[in-house]
C-alpha cells in the first residue's frame, strides 16, 4: 500500500489529527481505527510473531483473527483494528521481546 | 421479561426491534464502534455520496439503522457499543467487558447474532503482511474510505465481486481478479438450481456487478490454481497456474476471498450441537427453523446459524423474535412467525447456486506441508500430519500434540480447516471428528476485569 | 498393528503411555487401547506440575514415593527428549507454596516438620519470609506473609510430554488403537480376551487399567473395585508475557511458551468439566492477592478438568485378586509421577525382582 497522502477526493478536508507511530506521525481522520490508518500510511508489518519472528500484520479488520497486534500506550496485545484511533495515543510494534512491559 | 440480544449486524437489529414492538425492553451488546454488523458498517458516519459507491443493499441498512436510534431515543432498547462479550452460559448469563470494567448480567432469553466470518484461504504466503481478506478491504472502504491502489483479489464468493464494485465505484478498481471457480462449477451450479424470484433478482444483481467490472477492463481469469504469494515489503508477486500454463502478477495488495461461515465461537462454548454443512464446508449450530436452539429461551437469528446474506437475516431475526414471543405467552405471535418463515425460505434457493459455484478448491482440502493453516501458533499443515499420525482422533488432541487451536483466534480461522484435515486423513466424518472445545473467555478480558465483576441485577 | 502381546494397557492418557514406556523398555509387547478426542483425559488438563510437597502429610510412604519420583525424572526427561526430538522444557529448579494467612502458614509448618521426622530427615523443604519470597519473586507482593520451597519440585510442557511419550511408544512398536470403548473381557487359560464395542478382539497375558475415571466402569470387569471419582479443578491462562517468575509455585506458573498459569480449584461438579465464571474470578482475586500485578495481565482462556480421585488422594496400585495379571494403576499426578511408573511401576508389572514394594497402594487399604 502506498505513502499516506491525501487524494484529490481529500484535499480539502486535509486531516488535522495524528497520532504516533514508533517515532512518525500518521493522520486519521474520524472514524478508522488504528490499523486502517496505519494501512492507509503504508504500514503493513505491525508485529513480530512469537515463535518462528516471522511479520504480521491486520488481516480480517473485525477482531477475529488477532494477527494486527500492537503495544498502543504502552498497553501490550492490543488489536490495532478495534482501537479508534485517537489525538495523540503512542502506537509501536510488538516485536517478539516486546513483550515484558508489566509496569 | 429481559432479552439480550448479542449481535448488532442485520439479525440483531430485527430481532431487537420485533421484540420492542411488542413492549419487550431489549439490551443489545455489540463489539463495533457503531451498530450494523459487518454488512452496514459505519453507515451511521458515511456520508451519501460514499454511500451510493457501496451499494444499494448498503443504504437499505439505513432505514434499520434509523428504526434502531429511535428505539434507543424512547429509551426501550439499551445498545452496549465497543461491548465485548466474553462469555454466556445455559443459564442465560451474559458477561461482557466495555472500557475496561466486566458485567455480568443474567436475562430471561437470549438471542444470538453473530454473523459469519471470511473463510480461512490457507495459500502460500497468505500470512504474509499487506494480504488482508476482501471483507477487511470492505472495512477500509466504509470506515477510512480507503480502496487499497493496485489490488488483485483471489478467490471467489458473492462478497468477492461486490468489494471489487465497490472499489470500483472509489476510483481504485482491482487489478485485476485471480478467480478460483472455473466453468465446471458454474455449470454445476446452474443444473441444481431452481430459480425462485429471490434468486433471479439475486442473479441478476450478481450480473449487473460482473457488467460494471468487464466495462471498466478489470482482468478476470478464472480457474485459477497454485497460487502463491511471494511478498518483499509492500510488493507481492503473486504466482498461479491456469491450465497448466504458469503465470505471475504483481500486486501491492492482496486480497482474499473464499466465502464466509458461521461464526460459532459462542454457540460451541455453550455446547449447542452443531452440523457439519457438506455445502459450506462448515459446521452450523443446530437450530429448529426458527432460530430456537437445543437451550430453552436462548435462540439465534441470520448468517451465525447458517449464511444466508443480509436480507435473510433480516427476516431471520424477526422470526427468532417471534419464536422468543410464542415460546414466552405472547399471543398471536405464532401466526406471524409462521408467515416470516416462508419470507426467509426464498433465500434458500439461491444460496445453493453459490455453494456449489463457489466451493473451496484444493488449498481446502489437501494444502503442502509448509503452509501455515494455524496462524496464531504458526503450525503448518505438515506439522498437523505428523501429529495426527502420533495419535490424534479429533481436533483437541491435536491441540494439545501441535498447538494449533490453541492461539489468541481460538480456531476461528483454522477450525473448520483443521477439521477437514483431519477428517480425511483418518477416514471419518466431520462430526465424527467434533470440533475445538471452545471455553470462555471467548475473547481477552483481563484478569482485575474477572476479579472485580460487578454483577447487574 | 497387533492383537496380540504380553501386555494391553487400557487408557493411552499420561499415565498409560508412562507405563508403556517402561514394559518397551522392558522388552515386552504391548497394545493400548484408548478412548476418544472428547474423552476427559486429565492428561490435557492439568497445571504441568512435578511436585512434591504438599503431598504425603499423613501418609509418609506417598511423600516419599513422590520424592523419589521428582529425583529420577531429569535423566527420564532427558533420554525421552533425546529419542524423540520432543522439547518436554523440564525445568527443576524448586518451587513454592505461597501463603497468605498465618494460621496455615504454621499449620504447614508444623506438618513439614513430623513429615521430616517420619521420613528420617529425608525431606528438604525451607519457608521463606516475607522479605525473603519478594527478593526471590519479584512478583510477588500483596497478602503474600512466607512461602514454603521444596527444591526437587519443578514444571514442565505437560503436552510435549504426552507427545513424547506417544511418539516414543510408537516407534517402539505400541499398537495405540484410538476411539475404542470396552464392551466384555475374560481370562481364559491364563489369557486376557478383551473386546471392544467397536469388535475389536484383543489378547494379552496381562492387562493395565489406567483409564483415569473410567476405572470405575472397566475396573469391575476385572475385579476392582475401581473407587474413582472426579474432582474438578479449574485453570486460568494470561495472554504470553516475557519470563517474570523465576520458579513455579502450586498455583500460579509461567509455562514455557510464556503465559501465566493460575489454579486452582478443587469442586465436586460430577462429571462436568466446564469452566465456571464463580471460579474464575476467585482464582483471579487469589492471584492478584499474592502478585497484584498480575491484575492486568489478559485472560486468554480457562478451563476445567476433573482430576482422578481415589478415597484418600492417594494413587491405587493394585493387583486384581480374582484375576491375577490384571493391574489397576490410577492417580491424580500422572505427571508427577510419570518418570517412576515408566521404571519402579513397570518393574512391579513384569514382576522383576527390584520390584517396589506397593501393598500400602492397594484397594485392601479401603476394605479397613
Redesign the interface.
Same mark, same amino acid.
Given at each position: 500500500m502506498p505513502q499516506n497522502f491525501p487524494d484529490l477526493a481529500r484535499i480539502d478536508s486535509m486531516p488535522k489529527s495524528f497520532f504516533y507511530f514508533e517515532e512518525k506521525k500518521i493522520y486519521f481522520e474520524q472514524d478508522m481505527s488504528v490499523a486502517a490508518a496505519l494501512l492507509c500510511a503504508g504500514v503493513t508489518d505491525f508485529r513480530q510473531t512469537q515463535v518462528l519472528h516471522k511479520p504480521r500484520g491486520p488481516f480480517c479488520m473485525m477482531g477475529a483473527c488477532f494477527d494486527c497486534l500492537l503495544v498502543i500506550d504502552g498497553m501490550v496485545n492490543q488489536q490495532g483494528c478495534m482501537w479508534l484511533a485517537k489525538q495523540g495515543i503512542k502506537v509501536k510494534r510488538q516485536t517478539s521481546d516486546v513483550l515484558s512491559e508489566i509496569n | 421479561m429481559r432479552v439480550a440480544v448479542i449481535g448488532a449486524g442485520p439479525a440483531g437489529i430485527s430481532a431487537s426491534l420485533a421484540l420492542v414492538a411488542r413492549s419487550v425492553h431489549v439490551t443489545m451488546l455489540d463489539e463495533q464502534q457503531s451498530a450494523g454488523g459487518q454488512i452496514y458498517r459505519n453507515l451511521a458516519n458515511v456520508s451519501v455520496d460514499q454511500a451510493q459507491n457501496l451499494g444499494p443493499d448498503y443504504i437499505t441498512g439505513k432505514s434499520l439503522l434509523k428504526q434502531l436510534e429511535q428505539a434507543i431515543d424512547k429509551k426501550i432498547l439499551t445498545l452496549f457499543s465497543r461491548t465485548s462479550v466474553w462469555s454466556v452460559t445455559e443459564k442465560k448469563e451474559v458477561y461482557w467487558s466495555i472500557d475496561g470494567k466486566s458485567y455480568c448480567q443474567k436475562f430471561d432469553a437470549i438471542i444470538l447474532a453473530t454473523g459469519s466470518i471470511e473463510r480461512a484461504m490457507p495459500i502460500d504466503g497468505w500470512t504474509n503482511p499487506g494480504v488482508i481478506t476482501v471483507g477487511a478491504a470492505q472495512i477500509l472502504i466504509k470506515t477510512a474510505r480507503y480502496s487499497p491502489p493496485s489490488s488483485v483479489l483471489v478467490g471467489s464468493g458473492p462478497l468477492f465481486y461486490l468489494v471489487a464494485c465497490q472499489m470500483l465505484e472509489m476510483g481504485n478498481p482491482p487489478k485485476a481478479l485471480l478467480e478460483t471457480q472455473n466453468n465446471l462449477d458454474l455449470l454445476k451450479a446452474f443444473i441444481q438450481l431452481r430459480p425462485n424470484l429471490t434468486s433471479l433478482l439475486y442473479l441478476a444483481k450478481g450480473l449487473v456487478m460482473l457488467a460494471k467490472l468487464r466495462f471498466a477492463g478489470v482482468k478476470r481469469i478464472k480457474a485459477v490454481r497454485d497460487v502463491r504469494i511471494k511478498s518483499k515489503g509492500n510488493a507481492h508477486i503473486i504466482e498461479f497456474s491456469k491450465v497448466g500454463t504458469k503465470s505471475q502478477i504483481e500486486a501491492e495488495t492482496v486480497l482474499l476471498h473464499a466465502g464466509v461461515h458461521p461464526n460459532i465461537q459462542i454457540t460451541q462454548a455453550l455446547g449447542l450441537k452443531h452440523d457439519w454443512s457438506q455445502e459450506n464446508h462448515c459446521f452450523e449450530p443446530r437450530t429448529d427453523k426458527f432460530g430456537r436452539t437445543s437451550l430453552k429461551n436462548i435462540f439465534m437469528a441470520g448468517d451465525g446459524i447458517k449464511i444466508l446474506g443480509a436480507d435473510a437475516a433480516k427476516i431471520s431475526g424477526k422470526c427468532a423474535a417471534l419464536a422468543l414471543l410464542a415460546d414466552n405467552g405472547f399471543l398471536n405471535a405464532k401466526a406471524d412467525l409462521s408467515r416470516t418463515y416462508r419470507l426467509h425460505q426464498k433465500y434458500v434457493q439461491i444460496r445453493k447456486f453459490l455453494d456449489v459455484l463457489y466451493a473451496p478448491k484444493d488449498w481446502y482440502s489437501c494444502p503442502t506441508n509448509n503452509i501455515v493453516i494455524c496462524r496464531c501458533e504458526e503450525v503448518t499443515a505438515g506439522k498437523i500430519r505428523e501429529a495426527v499420525k502420533i495419535g490424534c482422533l479429533g481436533p483437541n488432541q491435536l491441540k494439545a500434540y501441535s498447538r494449533c487451536g490453541m492461539g489468541n483466534c481460538q480456531g476461528r480461522y483454522c477450525g473448520n480447516i483443521v477439521i477437514n484435515l483431519i477428517s480425511e486423513m483418518v477416514g471419518q466424518t466431520p462430526e465424527e471428528t467434533g470440533y475445538f472445545r471452545i471455553r470462555s473467555p471467548i475473547k481477552p478480558v483481563s484478569l482485575a476485569e474477572v476479579a472485580n465483576l460487578e454483577t447487574i441485577i | 498393528m497387533r492383537t496380540e502381546a504380553d501386555f494391553a494397557i487400557i487408557g493411552?492418557g499420561i499415565v498409560g503411555l508412562s507405563v508403556a514406556h517402561g514394559l518397551l523398555r522392558q522388552g515386552c509387547s504391548v497394545i493400548c487401547i484408548?478412548g476418544?478426542?472428547?474423552d476427559f483425559?486429565a492428561s490435557?488438563g492439568n497445571f504441568g506440575l512435578v511436585w512434591v510437597q504438599g503431598k504425603g502429610i499423613r501418609a509418609p510412604f506417598y511423600a516419599a514415593w513422590t520424592q523419589n519420583a521428582a529425583r529420577i525424572y531429569p535423566d527420564f526427561v532427558r533420554e525421552l527428549s533425546q529419542e524423540t526430538g520432543v522439547q518436554i522444557n523440564y525445568n527443576q529448579a524448586g518451587g513454592y507454596e505461597y501463603f497468605t494467612d498465618p494460621q496455615t502458614l504454621s499449620q504447614r509448618m508444623d506438618e513439614y516438620k513430623q513429615l521430616k521426622k517420619a521420613l528420617n530427615d529425608d525431606y528438604p523443604y525451607e519457608f521463606l519470609s516475607s522479605s525473603q519470597i519478594r527478593a526471590a519473586e519479584p512478583m510477588i507482593g500483596g497478602e503474600t506473609i512466607g512461602a514454603s520451597f521444596y527444591p526437587y519440585d519443578g514444571h514442565l510442557n505437560p503436552?510435549q510430554l504426552?507427545?513424547a511419550l +506417544?511418539?516414543y511408544c510408537?516407534k517402539q512398536g505400541l499398537s495405540?488403537y484410538?476411539?475404542e470403548e470396552l464392551k466384555t473381557a475374560d481370562k481364559k487359560e491364563g489369557v486376557f480376551r478383551i473386546v471392544t464395542k467397536k469388535g475389536l478382539t484383543i489378547s494379552a497375558n496381562k492387562v493395565v487399567i489406567s483409564a483415569g475415571l473410567g476405572a470405575k466402569k472397566i475396573g469391575p470387569l476385572f475385579g476392582f473395585l475401581g473407587l474413582v471419582s472426579p474432582q474438578r479443578g479449574q485453570i486460568?491462562v494470561?495472554?504470553?508475557?516475557?519470563p517474570?517468575l523465576n520458579r513455579p509455585s502450586v498455583t500460579i506458573r509461567q509455562v514455557d511458551?510464556?503465559a501465566i498459569q493460575?489454579g486452582d480449584s478443587q469442586e465436586q461438579a460430577g462429571f462436568n468439566d466446564?469452566?465456571t465464571?464463580a471460579q474464575?474470578?476467585r482464582i483471579?482475586?487469589n492471584?492478584?492477592k499474592v502478585m497484584p500485578?498480575?491484575?492486568?495481565?489478559?485472560?486468554?482462556? +480457562?478451563?476445567g478438568s476433573l482430576r482422578v480421585m481415589s478415597p484418600d488422594g492417594l494413587p491405587i496400585y493394585h493387583q486384581s485378586h480374582t484375576m491375577p495379571g490384571a493391574f489397576l494403576i490410577t492417580c491424580h499426578s500422572g505427571i508427577t509421577l510419570a518418570a517412576t511408573h515408566s521404571t519402579n511401576l513397570s518393574l512391579w508389572l513384569t514382576g522383576h525382582k527390584n520390584a517396589p514394594e506397593l501393598s500400602r497402594f492397594s484397594e485392601d487399604r479401603f476394605h479397613a
Open positions: - | - | 493411552g484408548d476418544s478426542d472428547t483425559r490435557r503436552l504426552l507427545k +506417544a511418539s510408537q495405540h484410538l476411539g486460568l494470561t495472554e504470553k508475557i516475557s517474570i511458551e510464556g493460575i466446564n469452566e465464571q474464575m474470578s483471579a482475586r492471584a492478584i500485578k498480575l491484575a492486568q495481565l489478559r485472560l486468554v482462556r +480457562a478451563w
